[in-house]
């Protein structure tokens, strides 16, 4: 675990897809962007923070990406709402 708020948690990815792959996911169950609601705002805010934090923690603060896949065409395998935090190495555009 790299931290914990009481609406976030932030740990390493275990199939990693950079040199620091960090995820961020929200206590409560959210299936999806898609599926979020406009009370969801200050969680999503949160969600983009702790983004953040992760970032300076792992020290890629300098450059980093953020994904979120949103439904199986877009990749989503685990069916709760979460964040990447991609870094420690170039990453390209267009990304895939």
Avoid: K
């Amino acid at each position: 675990m790299l931290f914990a708020t009481d609406e976030v948690l932030a740990f390493y990815d275990i199939a990693p897809q950079a040199p620091v792959h960090v995820l961020v996911v929200p206590r409560r169950h959210i299936p999806s962007l898609a599926a979020t609601q406009p009370e969801d705002r200050q969680l999503l805010g949160s969600l983009l923070a702790a983004a953040a934090e992760a970032a300076r923690r792992c020290g890629i603060a300098e450059g980093y990406r953020v994904v979120v896949n949103s439904g199986r065409a877009a990749g989503q395998s685990v069916h709760h709402l979460h964040l990447h935090v991609l870094g420690g190495r170039g990453l390209r555009w267009p990304p895939g």
